[in-house]
């Protein structure tokens, strides 16, 4: 798989992650497994575990304390990985 170098936003919570790696492409560029969160506002899909694209849409309302925990796990994990930028 060959991909332009690019940088590859996604936000999460108050935090955006970005990142220009082979690894981020692979998952989060054209194509990949993860492709529909790139450039998105993804709390509901990732506290949900949904790849529906109707999660992908900015709601926050209704949160139950298990999905926000799921959230906040994910969160942790990518501030890990990936860079901050805003």
Do not use: R
Request: charged share 20%; aromatic share 16%.
């Amino acid at each position: 798989m060959s991909f332009e170098q690019t940088t590859i936003f996604c936000k999460l919570q108050l935090t955006t992650l970005g990142d220009s790696s082979l690894y981020v492409m692979n998952f989060y560029g054209s194509g990949g497994l993860y492709a529909m969160f790139a450039g998105k506002e993804c709390n509901l899909p990732l506290a949900l575990l949904s790849f529906k694209p109707q999660d992908i849409n900015g709601n926050l309302e209704g949160f139950h304390k298990s999905e926000l925990t799921v959230l906040e796990d994910w969160e942790y994990k990518f501030i890990d990985k990936y860079s901050k930028v805003g």
